[in-house]
């Protein structure tokens, strides 16, 4: 079987993020250099000037339902791009990281234990599997599904657990935030986040390991536009294409897409 082309569609915005890696040299990457703000005052969210992003990490988000909706969706949109693009980062770096591992031709056991442990989180057989299920979507879309899930940043869990995208939890374990609600008579629980940015790369590992993506897992290897992958997001809502095409009408009404092209600033890199 032919391997796919696996920097075709991932690595579109992030070359620059990686150095080249060659020979036994494979653990020089490059780090971005955040900075988490908890956000007292509307006004500290920096707004998006241009496409080179500061990457900050914003919590506490509080406070947009008192703006006129415009503006309440402009500071929003500022705030949850730069923890996107730090997520993707973290895709892309681990994609590159288990690329170079699976050209090496012997593992310790340190790389041994690094694999399983990938494997695991993503649900994935082999390697092959693995370069599959890892990866990312458009900002556009990652956007439209924060601002519906999240109710444009005024949902509980958001607010209280960085959740932008209302994903459950069925571990007593992790950090998690009890819902207002049962459902057949059931205590419902959702993820809490220390902030966006780890909510987005659960997000990604979800969508690379819940069998309902199997055909957007293959389709983003293929197609880049955002309107040609959210048909295969319909599992994502009970309301399946209504929801989709909802996403469709953020995503056009809001001029979203004209984020897909953002990245981090390069003056943030640090090498590893």
Known sequence: MKRPLLYSVFFLVGVYMLI?????????????KTETVKVESL??????????????LYTNVSGLGRLPVPQAKTKFIAAVLPAILVAKHEIETLRIKMEILHEKEYWNEKDSSF????????KAKDMEDLMMRIGTLPNSIVLAQAAVESGWGQSRFFLEGNNLFGVWSFNSNEPRIAAGKTRQS???????YQHMSQSIVHYFEILGSARPYRGL?????????????????????????SYTNQLKV???QNELTQYDQYQIDPEYFVKD
Not at 186 to 192: A, D, F, T, W
Request: proline letters at 6%; glycine letters at 2%.
């Open 20 to 32: 080249t890696l060659s020979g036994c040299n494979r653990n020089k990457t490059y780090s971005i």
């Open 43 to 56: 006004n500290q969210i920096v707004p998006l000037d241009d496409a080179l992003v500061k990457p900050l």
């Open 115 to 122: 694999c399983v442990e990938v494997k695991r989180r993503y």
């Open 186 to 192: 059931k205590r419902i629980y959702l993820r809490s």
């Open 217 to 241: 897992r293959q389709a983003r290897l293929e197609k880049s536009d955002p309107f040609e992958l959210l048909p295969y997001l319909k599992n994502f809502s009970e309301r399946r294409t």
């Open 250 to 252: 953020v995503i056009i």
